[in-house]
């Protein structure tokens, strides 16, 4: 079993930065393939970050070159660092994973930027 828990949302101001944290339990083998998504009101989850085994990175076109997904093996954790943060980046923010063919989700981290 595994379990993701998101925390560091919170309310920021245009320009401003957060750093997000999705911390995961259970008996996995290792956090080396993970995911952040994110969900605005009355729109469809979408993806914002990826970090695969390896450490190879990919973005969403509209964050690239603001926001970076990293990982803490020792901490079991990734982090999703967002600079210069935008009014459109409001969202719930999800941490994903995948072992054994399922995907396992956090329950959310609100993240509110105000113009």
């Known amino acids: 079993q595994v379990q993701l828990v998101e925390s560091g949302g919170g309310l920021v101001q245009a320009g401003g930065s957060l750093r997000l944290s999705c911390e995961a339990s259970?008996?996995?083998?290792?956090?080396?393939?993970m995911a952040w998504y994110r969900q605005a009101p009355g729109k469809q989850r979408e993806l914002v970050a990826h970090?695969?085994?390896?450490?190879?990175?990919n973005y969403a076109d509209s964050v690239k070159g603001r926001f970076t997904i990293s990982r803490d093996n020792t901490k079991s954790t990734v982090y999703l660092q967002m600079n210069s943060l935008k009014p459109e980046d409001t969202a719930v923010y999800y941490c994903n994973g995948n072992w054994w063919g399922l995907d396992y989700w956090g329950k959310g981290t609100l993240v509110t930027v105000s113009s």
């Open positions: 259970g008996s996995i083998p290792s956090i080396g393939a």
């Open positions: 970090i695969i085994k390896g450490g190879t990175t």
